[in-house]
């Protein structure tokens, strides 16, 4: 079946670590997209790519940085310059105007 | 700019009460508007979505919608609340579909046996 995988579905960071969520898809969907979601607040986008080798920033990107190198992978990696790093992360595709396709969302919590 | 406003951050309905979301957007253009639920620990599904053609919507799970334009509004309805429907329900707004979404600050629904 077609799909996003996230991985990890919990992920635990120390103070002044970098750490990579991963996003794959098989939907052949072009567009892919990150958003952050910490209670009450909905979903904040991070970065967003409409195709391979471009990106562009959301509205919350300090601290985040993207890769997208194959239209599959859109891996996100946390920085340590990211000081309240502790959310649900959930990646997301499109294809045409149909709206969005998620995945199940990878928990990050820093100890 | 777009935005979303849901009104009730928290809504409780007796198991067989019409279930009553609200969902008001501003959109310079006609939008595209959609509505997802979140079941805990887990990613957003596509509940339904308008896209400019029929104003009353049939999506998944016995849900619909009706975009009204003079009252700039989107609310989501059930005529009879399941258990199964207890989640968090957003709803989102795009310009033309092929640009950002944006969501709503979410309802949490609750369903009373």
């Known amino acids: 079946d077609g799909g996003i995988t996230q991985s990890p579905k919990y992920l635990f960071r120390k103070e002044g670590q970098n750490v990579t969520l991963s996003c794959e898809q098989n939907?052949?969907?072009?567009?892919m997209y990150w958003y952050r979601q910490d209670p009450g607040q909905g979903l904040r986008l991070i970065y967003y790519?409409?195709?391979?080798?471009?990106?562009q920033k959301g509205d919350i990107a300090e601290g985040y940085s993207v890769s997208r190198e194959k239209k599959e992978s859109f891996p996100l990696t946390v920085t340590s310059a990211q000081k309240n790093p502790t959310a649900f992360y959930l990646c997301a595709t499109r294809q045409g105007a149909g709206g969005y396709t998620f995945g199940s969302g990878t928990r990050l919590t820093v100890v | 700019a777009q935005s979303v406003t849901q009104l009730g951050s928290h809504v409780s309905v007796s198991e067989g009460a019409l279930v009553l979301l609200r969902c008001n957007y501003s959109?310079?253009?006609?939008?595209?508007l959609f509505w997802y639920v979140q079941y805990p620990n887990q990613g957003l599904q596509l509940l339904l979505k308008y896209t400019s053609a029929a104003t009353l919507v049939k999506g998944i799970n016995g849900f619909e919608a009706e975009f009204k334009k003079s009252e700039t509004s989107f609310h989501l309805t059930k005529p009879s609340a399941h258990m199964s429907d207890a989640a968090e329900y957003f709803c989102a707004v795009s310009d033309t579909g092929y640009d950002k979404v944006i969501f709503g600050p979410g309802t949490s629904l609750s369903v009373i046996p």
């Open positions: 959109s310079s253009v006609p939008p595209y």
């Open positions: 790519s409409q195709i391979v080798n471009d990106f």
């Open positions: 939907l052949n969907h072009d567009a």
